[in-house]
């Protein structure tokens, strides 16, 4: 399907970053609505390039759109859903930028239709910042995007969903929405608590006025993600319970091994950190090739 007009509810960083890697891609040519609920929002979206138009109004800005794209908190995509579902275009493609899949494409079953077609999606890419000002229109380039469409939905509303992708430079990844967050769980949500307990961690303790003192590059890296975005973070964990609290029994049992084979002074411990050196170098050979 053709997609000449697109809308984009959200401006955060993530809806922010797609919107100025669309209208700074010289292919994509469609015309891009924001939904956006702060007239001051919408006066530096506009100053940004990242958008055609701006709307306050729900049913205004999904109106005539061939592709909507919620770029909302997962918290409120099925509030969202609900409320623009009867102002969508016939053949109109709905999908989402959410972290979590199982809960939202069971909301888009229930609640988009039966004019329209909803294609989940997540991309794999973003930053410690939030909100527009955050935005990066670069940021996609090079990543996977994952397209969780479910069974049966028609192919063209799939290929739509491909497009926008490639508009923005990411690469697709079709994936059922269990496989998705089972995964997403253990590589994108469980790194984000771990940096956020780490924090709580180091910043409880006892003699954190000179452990902050101490902390350097290697603290700063590994917290990097508690910067973001805690609203975002909560409506991820509130979403995709089961598989994170998987991850997390996963972890503690692995820094189990590891706190048995430090207390023990073993050998062990010499081959746990040979093993995870080893597959983290073979990983960012596949993942980023040179």
């Not at 809960?103 to 890419?125: C, K, S, T, Y």
Request: proline share 4%; glycine share 8%; with cysteine.
């Amino acid at each position: 399907m053709a997609i000449t007009r697109m809308t984009i509810i959200g401006l955060g960083n993530i809806g922010g970053s797609m919107a100025l890697a669309v209208r700074n891609n010289p292919a994509a040519d469609v015309d891009v609505t924001a939904y956006v609920r702060r007239a001051d929002a919408g006066r530096e979206a506009l100053r940004l390039g990242a958008a055609d138009r701006i709307s306050d109004d729900l049913a205004d800005a999904v109106r005539g759109a061939d592709l909507v794209v919620l770029a909302t908190p997962v918290s409120a995509m099925q509030t969202v859903m609900r409320l623009i579902n009867p102002h969508l275009a016939t053949g109109a493609v709905v999908t989402d930028v959410g972290s979590t899949k199982v809960d939202v494409n069971a909301w888009g079953r229930e609640l988009i239709g039966p004019q329209a077609i909803f294609v989940g999606g997540h991309p794999m890419a973003g930053s410690a910042g939030s909100g527009l000002a955050g935005a990066n229109g670069d940021v996609f380039r090079e990543t996977v995007y994952c397209v969780a469409a479910e069974p049966g939905t028609p192919e063209p509303a799939i290929d739509a969903v491909r497009q926008l992708v490639r508009w923005i430079g990411a690469a697709p990844l079709l994936l059922s929405a269990q496989q998705h967050d089972d995964c997403v769980a253990q590589v994108s949500h469980l790194p984000m608590l771990v940096a956020s307990a780490l924090v709580t961690a180091a910043a409880t303790h006892p003699d954190w006025d000179t452990m902050s003192r101490l902390a350097a590059l290697g603290f700063r890296e590994m917290t990097r993600s508690a910067a973001g975005s805690s609203e975002v973070r909560r409506s991820v964990c509130s979403t995709n319970k089961a598989a994170i609290a998987a991850s997390i029994d996963r972890f503690i049992d692995t820094l189990q091994q590891y706190r048995q084979h430090i207390l023990r002074d073993d050998e062990q411990l010499l081959g746990l950190f040979q093993d995870a050196r080893a597959a983290r170098r073979d990983w960012v050979a596949r993942r980023y090739p040179r």
